[in-house]
């Protein structure tokens, strides 16, 4: 299975790709292609190993760290969670390796269930996703989905975005509200 997510421009002009190939519903190779501050880079698993490069003002980078079972890239997420809703359904935290590309490491998650609404007359469960790590959670703020009851639909998401936002000449990172709607 192949899953590819692709960021705009209100114009339409590119400003991020990622691509991520899964088998057996496990990752094996993630790429991003982030047109905006012309980086890119790309994980893959092999021998029990995911194996980082990442290419940055034509320099490229590598690292590598042992597998696990609870691997997570951005459009694989919603779908893991879904995988092991019934974490949530048992009040449990779901816990998961992260990569991040340019960091060319995973960072540990902790995912749970904080609370209950409904939107547009679907009770949804509001899931937090916050770093396991002091350090990391004093620069990524926690993540917010709200995801319908039956774990099936993501309906809003609140946090880190593949895209950049520039300002004053500088590229940073972009925290966002993104409201699912289906199309039409």
Same mark, same amino acid.
């Given at each position: 299975?192949? *899953? ?14 990622? @691509?991520?190939?899964? +088998? ?6 993630? &790429? ?9 880079? %790309? ?6 190993? *995911? ?5 940055? %003002?034509?320099?490229?980078? &590598? ?9 997570? +890239?951005?459009? @694989? ?17 779901? %816990? ?9 490491? &995973? ?24 770093? @396991?790590?002091?350090? *990391? ?9 709200? *995801? @319908? ?36």
């Amino acid at each position: 299975e192949s *899953i590819q997510s692709s960021y705009s421009y209100p114009d339409g002009k590119p400003a991020a790709f990622e @691509t991520v190939k899964v +088998v057996a519903g496990k990752v094996q190779e993630y &790429t991003l292609d982030q047109k905006q501050v012309n980086e890119s880079g %790309k994980l893959e698993v092999k021998d029990g190993k *995911i194996n980082f490069s990442y290419t940055k %003002k034509g320099e490229t980078d &590598t690292d590598s760290e042992d597998l696990t079972d609870n691997l997570v +890239v951005g459009p @694989t997420l919603v779908p893991y969670m879904h995988k092991n809703w019934g974490t949530f359904l048992k009040g449990d935290k779901l %816990k998961i390796r992260f990569a991040v590309l340019d960091r060319k490491e &995973t960072v540990g998650f902790d995912l749970r269930k904080v609370g209950e609404e409904t939107i547009l007359g679907k009770k949804v469960f509001v899931i937090k996703m916050e770093p @396991t790590s002091f350090v *990391i959670a004093m620069l990524v703020k926690p993540m917010t989905f709200k *995801i @319908t009851d039956d774990g099936k639909d993501l309906m809003e998401r609140l946090g880190r975005t593949v895209p950049k936002l520039e300002k004053n000449g500088k590229w940073e990172d972009l925290d966002v509200e993104t409201i699912y709607t289906e199309a039409k």
